[in-house]
């Protein structure tokens, strides 16, 4: 290679690393608000749990794997990628959650557009949640 190719080749290298850092930044970021959102029903986790492996798979680490056989996470993933579905325990804790601080939510604030906002963000989740098939376990 001449000089320049090979000035060439290792300015792609520093890009493609960058880009590798870059994406299991926001992989990390993605697995945080997932387990954020096992806690809080606004925020899922199934999503942000499938673009963190998505993500983690575009830079060509072993994270994903990481990700996929963890004990907690691993299930969400694999089911989801497998089957389409979400199981049914999910689903009722999801939902019963979602309702139950949406509800404490809406007694709690004063503007009625922000209860009308906080009902219809829950009626979409809702509906969101039950749009995908009931695994059976």
């Known amino acids: ?12 290298k520093k890009q493609n690393k960058t ?26 986790t199934t999503p942000f749990l499938l673009l963190a492996s998505w993500l983690f798979l575009k830079a060509n680490s072993g994270w994903r794997d990481w990700l996929l056989n963890h ?8 089911n ?3 089957h389409r579905a979400i199981p049914l325990r999910a689903k009722i804790v999801s939902i019963t959650t979602l309702w139950a601080t ?24 809702t509906i969101h949640l039950l749009s995908f098939k009931t695994l059976q376990k």
């Open 1 to 12: 290679l001449s000089h320049k190719e090979r000035k060439i080749c290792t300015y792609v």
């Open 19 to 44: 880009m590798k850092i870059i994406l299991n930044i926001i992989a990390f970021t993605c697995v945080g608000l997932a387990s954020l959102g096992m806690f809080l029903p606004v925020l899922p």
């Open 71 to 78: 004990k907690v996470f691993g299930p969400y993933i694999q």
């Open 80 to 82: 989801f990628l497998i």
């Open 102 to 125: 949406i509800l404490l939510s809406v007694y709690i604030v004063n503007p009625i557009w922000l209860k009308i906002l906080l009902i219809f963000i829950a009626i979409c989740v």
